[in-house]
């Protein structure tokens, strides 16, 4: 089976377009071509008619057992309102985790503000997923955004489940450390490239792949996801067909590993994980 922890439905062309339900229909034909039989739609730190609400991707995706929903957190406008609509859905288990989108907005992780999302993810024991590395805007400030700051969390919020995004890219040695440091941190490998991989740039990237792999990150801390629709879902399973990482790690990143962090149980929607290897 194959999880896409990294997915979206906003309307990147243009925001003040409404992205559901046409995004929402393009991912699930996506999905279905590309054999992936499950998602987690994260939403965005704003609000508007190109970038949904997570109440509004939970209404849309209600009736979609291989869907799931991240609320995407703004710092900026963090406070109880948004507390009590995290908790409303946390309570009627309509969200999977939280979404944290520091370098987007000008803050740092352990901003004192946000310790009521940790306290909520603690609660519910959901893990708390956090951008790191380079920013899709370029009015994104990446001093926000290293990896290491995600270490600082890490500490004070022992109980908390962590998962840095984008393998900090470029930051990847630093991701590496977090994760092997701190047993509460796992790492996504999405967002590495905007559209498809060119060869130069998939080579490279395979290797800080494997290098993190080799150096003792643990592969069962690191989830298969693409940050779809900013990257091709096609791309990224010729990428992991180009690592030739063993089988067994292999079910780790691609099902195992998201299953377990973020409670899914999910069916196979179009092929099992074990017809993918053999493809493969």
């Known amino acids: ?3 896409d922890c990294h997915t979206h439905v906003n309307n990147y062309q243009d925001e003040t377009v409404a992205a559901l339900p046409d995004e929402l229909v ?9 054999r992936v039989d499950a998602a987690l739609i994260l939403t965005s730190y704003k609000v508007v008619p190109g970038r949904p609400s997570a109440r509004a991707v939970v209404e849309a995706t209600r009736h979609l057992s291989n ?13 109880q309102t948004a507390v009590e609509e995290l908790r409303s859905l946390l309570e009627a288990r309509e969200i999977k985790g939280l979404k944290l989108y520091p370098g987007y ?8 503000k946000l310790e009521p999302a940790y306290r909520l993810a603690e ?3 959901v893990p708390v997923m956090i951008h790191t590395g380079d920013t899709y805007a370029p009015t994104g400030k990446v001093k926000y955004s290293h990896p290491l700051h995600v270490d600082e969390v890490a500490v004070d919020f022992p109980r908390v489940k962590f998962l840095i995004c984008h393998l900090g890219n470029p930051w990847f040695r630093d991701c590496m450390e977090v994760v092997y440091k701190n047993d509460n941190v796992y790492t996504d490998i999405s967002g590495l490239t905007l559209g498809q991989f060119t060869d130069r740039f998939e080579a490279y990237m395979r290797q800080q792949l494997k290098e993190m792999i080799l150096w003792g990150v643990n592969p069962n801390k690191v989830l298969y996801g693409t940050d779809w629709p900013l990257a091709s879902m096609e791309s990224y399973l010729q ?11 292999k079910a780790l990143m691609f099902y195992e590993n998201a ?9 196979p929607q179009v092929m099992g994980f074990g017809s993918f290897l053999r493809r493969i």
């Open 1 to 3: 089976m194959i999880i």
């Open 26 to 34: 393009r991912l699930q034909a996506t999905m279905r071509r590309n």
């Open 67 to 79: 869907i799931h929903v991240v609320a995407g957190i703004s710092w900026a406008t963090f406070g």
């Open 105 to 112: 907005e000008p803050f740092y992780p352990a901003d004192p």
């Open 123 to 125: 609660e519910f024991d």
């Open 239 to 249: 990428f992991m067909e180009e690592l030739k990482l063993p089988a067994r790690d």
């Open 259 to 267: 299953a377990a962090l973020f409670k899914l149980e999910v069916k």
